[in-house]
């Protein structure tokens, strides 16, 4: 299995070839499809098939997989969810992507994949999906970490014809992490403004999404550290503009990941840290220092009671904001 970096950092996709996409993330999913699309023929006709739709039938997709009529329209075939067919209905449609199928056929399944530590690197879980890993080349589109986010954000620079240096590179990374709509958007506005090399950071620093992401970045920070009055300060911000809802939901991400970490025994587990954006990341672990397995949990509690409140009945956004700052931070050593 091909991590897809590597297959998109060196060359296209290859259209003589079908592919099995394997892992959570959703942007690499739709990337690596636009990458096909736009080099197919202009008359191709996409299908979509979803396994795990109870309303799609599967005699369409094996009727759409199994029509090679010669005078007959070209197809790009994408079946998602492949890991959720049945067994009868996996060797249908395996059978006929092995037979001689002259249609594009791109299959996907959503799944977290395991880490095996003998070959060092990420194997598929599920037994479905390894039948169709025989029969399609398989690419691995698991979210990276932050390390690999410098070759990605050349792989978007090569494509937008975008004129990078690595301080700019290294500012995506440090805002927006390994969140790739966001810096593949960023980006994108670049290249269609037709910004210069030393207009980007301009550009950057400029952006509305940006300033967003820095305020929830420097409020991580103060949580991690336990800065009671810059979490106040921070928090009052964000929920000015942005609302108590969306307050919480950032505060409650990065008090689950130190609660995570610290059961873990200050070790920073790989599926939390893709739930974190920037370098706060690198803060977790010394922060989980910082609090006792008590108020970790009485924090989690007090923000699902908060959840529960906004979703049945109206509250004082700014009461209860101040309700979390002495439940969750009031004994501040």
Request: with cysteine; aromatic share 10%.
């Amino acid at each position: 299995m091909i991590k897809a970096l590597k297959i998109l950092g060196q060359k296209p996709l290859e259209l003589d070839k079908n592919y099995l996409l394997v892992g959570d993330n959703d942007f690499l999913y739709l990337y690596i499809k636009d990458q096909i699309v736009k080099r197919l023929e202009s008359e191709t006709e996409l299908f979509l098939f979803d396994c795990s739709d109870k309303t799609d039938k599967i005699e369409s997709l094996i009727n759409s997989l199994g029509s090679q009529d010669l005078f007959s329209i070209s197809k790009f075939i994408i079946i998602k969810n492949v890991n959720k067919l049945s067994k009868k209905d996996k060797e249908a449609v395996i059978s006929l992507i092995d037979s001689e199928n002259t249609h594009r056929i791109l299959c996907i399944d959503h799944s977290f994949l395991t880490f095996d530590y003998k070959s060092k690197s990420n194997i598929i879980k599920n037994n479905t999906t390894k039948e169709f890993q025989k029969y399609l080349d398989t690419i691995d589109i698991s979210t990276p970490f932050e390390s690999e986010m410098i070759q990605w954000i050349k792989v978007f620079a090569d494509e937008l014809d975008l004129d990078i240096n690595n301080t700019y590179s290294s500012k995506l990374v440090e805002i927006f992490g390994n969140n790739f709509s966001a810096i593949y958007n960023e980006m994108k506005k670049s290249s269609l403004a037709n910004a210069k090399e030393e207009d980007l950071m301009s550009m950057l620093n400029q952006s509305s999404s940006v300033k967003k992401d820095k305020q929830l970045w420097e409020l991580n920070y103060a949580i991690c550290d336990r800065r009671v009055d810059a979490i106040f300060e921070s928090g009052l911000s964000i929920l000015n503009q942005y609302g108590l809802s969306y307050l919480i939901n950032a505060m409650f991400t990065i008090i689950e990941a130190i609660f995570l970490t610290k059961k873990n025994n200050g070790t920073l587990l790989e599926a939390t840290s893709r739930n974190i954006r920037g370098k706060v990341v690198n803060r977790i672990s010394a922060a989980s220092s910082n609090y006792s397995f008590e108020e970790l949990e009485n924090a989690i509690t007090i923000f699902s009671e908060i959840d529960v409140k906004l979703k049945t009945q109206k509250v004082i956004d700014e009461a209860e904001f101040t309700n979390i700052i002495n439940g969750v931070f009031k004994s501040e050593g």
